[in-house]
């Protein structure tokens, strides 16, 4: 399992998000925790999901030479989580590593198949989605919208899911390969744009993770209805580890297996 990297933005306008450290104290550590136990996680479920699982293969999949993506115009400014943390595909997805062995576009039964979410002391409804093939309409920020562009994106799907006391963001990704959903993720917390959301999630505090998943990139973001919290706010962390159980991803890696 690869050691997932953290980062900090606050609230960017005209692209300058100002930054914070993320990295001293038990908060680093307490996160990183949750994190790597929540990666073995997704490793499990798609192991449960699988009839059988082959690992290796007979070399690479080919590169993808399906669609070239759309990426339009996208909004110079926007809203950013004040913290970030990002991990690369791992060999649960190696099946589904390239769109081209994974050439069917997700429907939107597969990108909002719940319209609950429910984990210990909160229960969230679906309460909008949304399934662009322009992903460009899904990001801001020129930086965000290069590397959708250069990894040939041609589906962005977005939920928002809330309740009394916490909202989710969701955003699925659908990149030509592997490289490019590591490069997204890792991109996202660098200051040169983020997803946009749905509604007017990303006032107050905020955290979020993405994690590459085979040719996807999911994004889950969290935040309390009155905007409190910090990086150790317990029940942020698990509802943020749930939302990036995207069950897209999940079922396309568990039927490649």
């Not at 996160?31 to 699988?50: D, E």
């Not at 339009?72 to 099946?95: C, D, F, I, L, R």
């Not at 959903?181 to 991109?187: E, F, N, Q, S």
Request: with cysteine; hydrophobic share 40%.
């Amino acid at each position: 399992m690869s050691s997932s990297k953290r980062s900090r933005s606050g609230r960017a306008r005209g692209g300058e998000p100002r930054q914070k450290d993320g990295r001293k104290g038990g908060t680093y550590q307490r996160s990183r925790v949750y994190f790597l136990a929540a990666g073995g996680l997704g490793l499990v479920i798609v192991l449960a999901l699988a009839v059988v699982l082959v690992s290796g293969g007979d070399g690479k999949a080919p590169a993808a030479k399906g669609p070239a993506g759309s990426v339009g115009q996208v909004a110079q400014s926007g809203v950013s989580p004040a913290s970030y943390s990002s991990s690369p595909s791992t060999g649960a997805y190696a099946k589904i590593e390239q769109r081209s062995a994974d050439a069917a576009p997700l429907t939107e039964g597969e990108a909002f198949p719940d319209a609950k979410l429910a984990v210990p002391g909160a229960e969230l409804s679906l309460k909008g989605k949304r399934l662009d093939g322009d992903c460009g309409a899904a990001v801001w920020g020129t930086g965000v919208a290069e590397v959708l562009r250069q990894g040939a994106c041609t589906q962005a799907a977005r939920a928002v899911y809330a309740g009394e006391e916490h909202s989710l963001t969701v955003a699925v990704f659908n990149l030509a390969g592997k490289e490019s959903a590591d490069r997204l993720v890792g991109t996202l917390g660098s200051g040169g744009g983020f997803v946009r959301p749905l509604d007017g999630f990303g006032q107050g505090f905020s955290m979020a993770r993405g994690l590459a998943m085979g040719h996807y990139a999911v994004v889950s973001w969290v935040q309390r209805a009155d905007g409190k919290g910090d990086a150790q706010d317990d029940e942020l962390l698990t509802l943020l580890i749930e939302g990036g159980k995207a069950p897209g991803p999940l079922g396309r890696a568990a039927r490649a297996s």
